[in-house]
């Protein structure tokens, strides 16, 4: 199934498929992806966004999935005949050299592509799905409690138990239902049950309030919109809070993230700490995505919208000459009349005919009681020193509609 010629259109852009029958492994192309180069930007708009956090009085740490290929097993690995001796040490490298820039930036954030060495390995993601199972999950949660402070990992490793089972049909069968006209079978899988442990005053209703964690990621903590591996659970287990799980599937970066500072729930001042969960196809290694959640935190942050710039802005460029110095601006945010899903594109240029580009981008994938017409960007540590003039466009869009410039000081 390696010839990318064959597979239907909608999957031919992730490349190349691997698959191992005897196995049931599944690897695509686009897995193999090295995505974690992180640039003196991107460290940057971590120190930034991590104190527009540390502002609310809340801690912000990354639960970082690793690159599935790193546990594909030695004979799958052979079998599908994939030249990977090269590719997965590389991989490798790129994760944790990752990770260790955001430990070094202040952002907690343990190295999950090392259980990929231990014997947890083999439970850790399926074989024919994009995600980890609910034991993957349990082990990443047992790693980053550890990195937060909180016990060794071998002694939280040791609270989780297998008491149950899963069973996932899967993403990746799913592609070859589609390309050889035959799904695999039904992966079942271990899953951990969580039982709260609870005193005999907290029977009486008379324990003490929990801590309240915000969990804020991807499909991997919103499988099949319910969490179905139990993500949030294993965070409320195994750090005795209240989680409520802001995760959203297919958003993206952004799309989690802005969602949850949109809603208010940051300024509310009700949580101690916010788990951002990331998968390994979207790092935060984007400096676009970066620059766009940094934008949302300082636009959140304001109580009023200065006097804007109006334009009318579609599929071509649109121009607006405006001069003010980057010495007050922070950012802009851009409110569109109806738009707020797709892609919109903000060029900036300096007194010097510099430009500077950068996308931001909406899921559609976002509930609609979620979305914002406001499109932020933060302009830190940009080497502007005077907006001459600014120009937009939204690709997608087939007419024109209205659009204000708000800065952001």
């Known amino acids: ?202 029977l009486l209703g008379a324990a003490p309030e929990l801590e309240k964690l915000a969990l804020v990621g991807t499909s991997f903590s919103d499988r099949y919109q319910r969490d179905a591996y139990q993500v949030a659970d294993a965070l409320a287990f195994m750090m005795d809070v209240h989680v409520d799980n802001f995760s959203v599937t297919g958003g993206g970066l952004v799309g989690s993230m802005e969602a949850f500072i949109r809603s208010g729930a940051l300024a509310s001042t009700s949580y101690k700490t916010v788990v951002w969960e990331t998968p390994y196809s979207a790092p935060l290694t984007d400096v676009n995505g970066l620059r766009q959640i940094l934008g949302v935190l300082k636009s959140a942050a304001v109580v009023s919208h200065t006097e804007g710039l109006d334009a009318r802005i579609g599929k071509e460029w649109i121009s607006i000459e405006h001069s003010v110095s980057m010495e007050d601006v922070q950012g802009l945010e851009i409110v569109t ?38 499109w932020a960007l933060s302009l830190s540590g940009l080497p502007i020193g005077q907006i001459v003039r600014i120009k937009l466009r939204l690709p997608k869009s087939e007419k024109q509609e209205a659009a204000t410039i708000h800065f952001i000081y």
């Not at 490298?93 to 907690?108: C, K, M, Q």
């Not at 797709?342 to 979620?370: C, F, M, P, W, Y």
């Open 1 to 202: 199934m390696a010839i990318k010629d064959q597979l239907p259109k909608k999957y031919q852009k992730r490349g190349l498929f691997y698959s191992d029958t005897s196995s049931g492994w599944i690897v695509d192309q686009d897995q193999l992806r090295n995505k974690y180069a992180v640039s003196d930007e991107a460290v940057a708009l971590w120190h930034d966004i991590r104190a527009e956090f540390e502002k609310h009085a809340i801690d912000l740490v990354v639960m970082a999935a690793p690159p599935r290929p790193l546990f594909v097993p030695k004979s799958a690995l052979d079998a599908v005949g994939m030249p990977l001796d090269a590719e997965l040490p590389a991989l490798q490298d790129g994760f944790s050299t990752y990770i260790a820039a955001l430990n070094a930036a202040g952002i907690v954030a343990p190295d999950l592509s090392r259980v990929a060495q231990s014997p947890l390995a083999a439970d850790y993601y399926f074989a024919c799905d994009t995600h980890w199972t609910p034991m993957g999950a349990a082990v990443s949660v047992a790693h980053l409690n550890a990195a937060m402070g909180n016990g060794a990992i071998d002694a939280n490793l040791a609270r989780i138990t297998s008491a149950g089972t899963y069973d996932e049909k899967g993403s990746l069968a799913g592609v070859v239902k589609d390309a050889c006209g035959k799904r695999p079978k039904t992966e079942t899988v271990p899953a951990p049950q969580y039982a709260i442990q609870g005193s005999a005053a907290s």
């Open 337 to 374: 009349e109806g738009t707020d899903t797709g892609q919109l594109l903000v060029e900036i240029i300096d007194g010097a005919g510099e430009k500077t580009r950068t996308k931001l981008v909406k899921s559609n994938r976002v509930a609609a009681n979620l979305r914002s017409n406001r």
